[in-house]
């Protein structure tokens, strides 16, 4: 007996196309074939073709259909989109972002009609009975003059801002939350030197934003700013990037005058008139800053206090009710190019201790810790605590950044001889 031939047979990749093509071609055609005679026959689908047949095809088509037996309307149901990170964060900060009204009694005129000449008959034979327009005051009025923004800091009602937003010492402020519920809030500190505010309202269990780290951030990242933009638009936000860390600024405000604000945050997300005192938030909804300034006539460049700043601020205020500011007692110039070529100076940095223009403007204040501790006009302070002090690192903010009763020592040039000073701070008044 002959054994059987084995075979090995090659099939080509073309002809297995074409098989399988072919049978799933008869698979398919038998089961529509199968449901649209169970259809004709009996006007629907029954249980067996919706529990057997449809799945398998659902499966085939890589959809999630729902167990339709019994709705007419079933559908698939596309996956919801995924989470956006800004609006999340918009949702967890905004009930904590508060619109700050400001207000204050205004004098109320009236326009009376008078004889020209108070009645006098001399004027009268030349004007006969012309009148003109004259206003007394009639009282005062309680009016709205302006407004801002802040954010709540803590449960109990704690509210930050900026100082030149509550500066006017004899305006009322109304703060109005998200839910619409207002109250006259009191102001219980200003810096002295910061633009920085506390306020407080008597509420409980609000929303409130929490601190992120300002120390960290980057060139480039992302945050939001939110706030009462115009005074007319609550609650309002824009997104952009940090632009700059670390920037110095001179800063008008709306009453006039101007004031230095050093290591400030430079961002491209719109700050409008309005927004002063919002929050300058990461993508985690915590605030990195405080919505200070704006360019005006700018592409998008504002500017926003830290952080750090901030929350250094509102602690001093929750745990001792008052903000302070350290004190050094001298007046003076940052020494530029101009000036060293113009007064052939010895060196082209540091402060050079000078007087003001006006009377009794003197370049150290009688008593203070500087006229202490041995410095003069004419004096070049070089370094503080062996740092240089140039235009990006002024002898102001670093003072700004120390409290009383620090100990900085001093590198100062006195009549061409460089010694040290130590000086200790006491409390700007």
Do not use: C
């Not at 098989?19 to 004709?40: D, K």
């Not at 004098?107 to 009975?129: A, I, K, N, T």
């Not at 930050?160 to 006259?184: G, I, P, Q």
């Not at 601190?211 to 960290?216: I, L, M, P, T, V």
């Amino acid at each position: 007996m002959s054994e059987p031939i084995i075979r090995k047979t090659v099939t080509s990749p073309a002809f297995s196309s074409v098989v399988v093509t072919v049978v799933l071609s008869s698979i398919i055609s038998s089961v529509f074939g199968f449901i649209g005679g169970t259809v004709a026959s009996n006007g629907q689908l029954s249980d067996a073709v919706f529990s057997n047949v449809m799945p398998g095809i659902a499966r085939m088509r890589g959809t999630a259909w729902q167990d339709a037996r019994g709705d007419k309307d079933a559908v698939a149901r596309p996956a919801p989109p995924p989470s956006d990170p800004v609006v999340d964060a918009v949702a967890k900060a905004s009930p904590a972002v508060v619109s700050i009204v400001i207000s204050k009694d205004m004098p109320v005129y009236e326009q009376q009609d008078v004889p020209v000449g108070g009645g006098d008959p001399f004027f009268q034979q030349f004007f006969g009975g012309m009148t003109v327009p004259q206003y007394t005051q009639k009282g005062t009025q309680k009016q709205d003059v302006g407004a801002g923004s802040g954010y709540v800091v803590s449960s109990d009602g704690y509210i930050v801002t900026n100082r030149h937003v509550v500066e006017d010492v004899k305006a009322e402020y109304t703060v109005t939350l998200t839910d619409k519920r207002k109250f006259v809030a009191k102001v219980l500190a200003r810096d002295p030197v910061n633009d920085i505010a506390v306020l407080k309202i008597d509420a409980k269990d609000l929303p409130f934003l929490t601190f992120g780290d300002s120390d960290a951030l980057k060139p480039g990242q992302k945050v939001i700013a939110i706030g009462f933009a115009l005074g007319q638009f609550s609650n309002t936000v824009s997104t952009g990037i940090v632009s700059g860390l670390s920037r110095s600024i001179q800063a008008g405000g709306s009453q006039g005058g101007a004031e230095n604000l050093y290591d400030v945050i430079q961002t491209d997300a719109a700050i409008n008139p309005g927004n002063s005192g919002g929050p300058l938030l990461d993508m985690n909804a915590h605030v990195i800053g405080m919505n200070v300034a704006m360019v005006q006539g700018s592409q998008s460049i504002g500017f926003a206090i830290p952080a750090k700043d901030v929350s250094r601020a509102y602690q001093k205020v929750k745990n001792g009710g008052t903000i302070t500011a350290a004190y050094l007692g001298v007046r003076y110039v940052m020494i530029t190019k101009d000036l060293v070529d113009k007064n052939q100076l010895s060196v082209d940095h540091g402060a050079l201790v000078s007087r003001g223009q006006g009377a009794g403007e003197l370049a150290i204040a009688p008593g203070s810790p500087a006229d202490i501790a041995g410095l003069a006009e004419n004096d070049i302070i070089l370094q503080v605590n062996g740092k240089d002090l140039t235009s990006d690192y002024p002898l102001t903010q670093v003072v700004s950044q120390a409290a009383p009763g620090d100990k900085i020592t001093l590198t100062v040039l006195h009549k061409g001889v460089q010694k040290k000073v130590e000086v200790t701070l006491t409390t700007r008044k």
